[in-house]
C-alpha cells in the first residue's frame, strides 16, 4: 500500500470518530506503519485496516472487501469484482452515505448533541442513519411513503427511529415524503433534514472512502470499468470522480439502469430527461431525475445500460448458487451489468461494481414462489435453481 493510501486510509479513520479517542489513534498510527510489522505486512488493505480495535460504530463503517466473483469471471475471461458492501455494520452501502450526511451536519453546526436528524428513504439509508444516530446520541426522524414492507418500518422502529409512513405520492407533490422530512426538521429546534438526494456530503463519502478502498484494493488502479445503478446517484457520482482523477480518465466509468428509470436514456441521449415510465423489482435504485449528488459527474459518464429484471433475479440465484453470495436484487442487477460491460470491453479487463446489500431485507419476495408469479419471473430462474425458491 502506497503511503499516500495509508494516509487517506488513516485520515477517514480519524475522520470517521466523533472525537479520536486512544483505540483511534493506536488503530491509525497502525496503518500508518503496519508496512513495516512483519506479522501484517502481507496482509490486504482491508485486513491492515481492522488490525487493532476502531471506535464504535462508525469507526466500523467502509473498508470492505473486493471480492472475485470466479465464476462469472471465468465466463467472462475478465476479472469480475464485487466491493462487498453487504459486510458493512448496519448492512450496506448507506451507511457511509448516513455516516457522512451526519458528520457534514455537525462539522457546519446544523446539530447540536441531543438533536434530531430527519430523512426521506424508503430503506437503507434510514437504517444508515438510524444506526449513526444511535451512536452519536441523537434522535432519528423517517419519513417513507406508506407502501413500504411493515418489516422495514418495524426495523427502523427497533433501531430507535420514528417512523412516519405517508402517502406515496410524486416528487413534485409538496406531500411526498422528502419535502414532509424538510418540513418536520424545520419545525423543531437543533434538527437537520439530510436530504439524502441533493446533499453532497453523500457523492463526498465516496470519494473520499469508497474509490481510494477500490484503487488501493486493484493494486494501485489496475482495473479498466466501473459500473452500478444509481438511487441517490451518491456512489456512482463520488466512485467515478475519484477513479476519473486517480486514473487521469482512462478508467471507464458506466452507469447501469433498471426498468422504470430514466438515466440510461438521459445518458444515451446526450442529456435528454423523459417522464418515467413502468417500474422494477429492484429497491433503492432507479430515478426520475438528476439528483444534484449525480449532476456533477454526468459528464464523466462514458456510457450506459439498461438490465432487465429477469437477468437480474436471475442473478440474484446464481450468485447464491455459484458463488455462495445472498445478495438483493440491487447487487445483482450490478453483477449482471459487470458481465455485459465486460464482454463489450473484451477479455483481460478488470471490472468492478457494487454489492450493495444483502438478500435479508427482500427475502420474503425474492425466494417466495407466490411473489415471482405475480411479478412472471418464475420463467427467468433456471430448472436448476428452482431449488432456491424455498418459500411458498
Ligand atoms: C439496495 C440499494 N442499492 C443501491 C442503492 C444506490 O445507492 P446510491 O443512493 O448511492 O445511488 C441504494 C440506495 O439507497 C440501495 O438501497
Known amino acids: 500500500m502506497t503511503t499516500l493510501l495509508r494516509s487517506n486510509l488513516a485520515k477517514s479513520l480519524i475522520s470517521s470518530t466523533a472525537k479520536p479517542s486512544k483505540v483511534a489513534s493506536v488503530a491509525v498510527r497502525c496503518l500508518a506503519t503496519s508496512s513495516s510489522t512483519p506479522s501484517s505486512s502481507s496482509l490486504p488493505p482491508v485486513a491492515l485496516a481492522h488490525l ?8 466500523a463503517i467502509g473498508n470492505t472487501p473486493l471480492i472475485r466473483l470466479n465464476k462469472l469471471s471465468q465466463e467472462t475471461g475478465c476479472d469480475i469484482l464485487g466491493k462487498a458492501e453487504f459486510m458493512q455494520p448496519g448492512g450496506s452501502v448507506k451507511d457511509r452515505a448516513a455516516l457522512f450526511v451526519v458528520k457534514d451536519a455537525e462539522e457546519k453546526g446544523l446539530i447540536k448533541p441531543g438533536g434530531t436528524v430527519v430523512e426521506g428513504t424508503a430503506g437503507n ?8 444516530c444511535r451512536s452519536r446520541g441523537y434522535k432519528c426522524v423517517i419519513y417513507m411513503p406508506n407502501t413500504q414492507s411493515q418489516e422495514k418500518i418495524d426495523l427502523l422502529r427497533m433501531l430507535g427511529a420514528e417512523v412516519h409512513p405517508v402517502p406515496a405520492v410524486a416528487f413534485d407533490n409538496p406531500e411526498n415524503y422528502n419535502h414532509q ?13 439530510t436530504n439524502q438526494f441533493d446533499n453532497t456530503a453523500n457523492r463526498r463519502a465516496h ?6 478502498e477500490i484503487w488501493d484494493q486493484t493494486d494501485g488502479g489496475k482495473l479498466d470499468g466501473f459500473i452500478c445503478a444509481t438511487g441517490t ?13 486517480r486514473s487521469e480518465g482512462r478508467i471507464q466509468c458506466w452507469l447501469a ?19 418515467r415510465e413502468g417500474g422494477s423489482i429492484t429497491e433503492g435504485i432507479g430515478q426520475g431525475r438528476v439528483t444534484d449528488n449525480l449532476a456533477q459527474e454526468v459528464s464523466l459518464l462514458d456510457s450506459s445500460l439498461s438490465i ?18 445472498y445478495v438483493g436484487a440491487s447487487s445483482a442487477l450490478n453483477v449482471v451489468a459487470a458481465r455485459e460491460m465486460a464482454k463489450k470491453m473484451g477479455k483481460g479487463k478488470t471490472i468492478v461494481t457494487i454489492l450493495c446489500d444483502g438478500a435479508y431485507r427482500y427475502q420474503a419476495r425474492l425466494f417466495s414462489r407466490k411473489w415471482l408469479e405475480s411479478k412472471g419471473l418464475v420463467g427467468a430462474i433456471p430448472d436448476h435453481l428452482k431449488k432456491y425458491i424455498v418459500l411458498e
Open 207 to 212: 470519494i473520499e472512502t469508497t474509490g481510494p
Open 257 to 275: 439502469d433498471p426498468p422504470g428509470s430514466v438515466l440510461h436514456s438521459y445518458i444515451q441521449s446526450g442529456g435528454k430527461l423523459m417522464e
Open 233 to 245: 446517484g451518491g456512489t456512482l457520482a463520488g466512485i467515478t470522480r475519484y477513479l476519473k482523477d
Open 125 to 132: 439509508t434510514g437504517i444508515g442513519l438510524a444506526h449513526v
Open 52 to 59: 487493532r480495535p476502531v471506535q464504535g460504530f462508525v469507526g
Open 308 to 325: 432487465r429484471d429477469e437477468d437480474s433475479i436471475e442473478m440474484v440465484y446464481r450468485l447464491l448458487d455459484e458463488e455462495g453470495i
Open 181 to 193: 422530512a424538510r418540513r418536520h426538521a424545520e419545525r423543531l429546534e437543533n434538527a437537520v433534514w
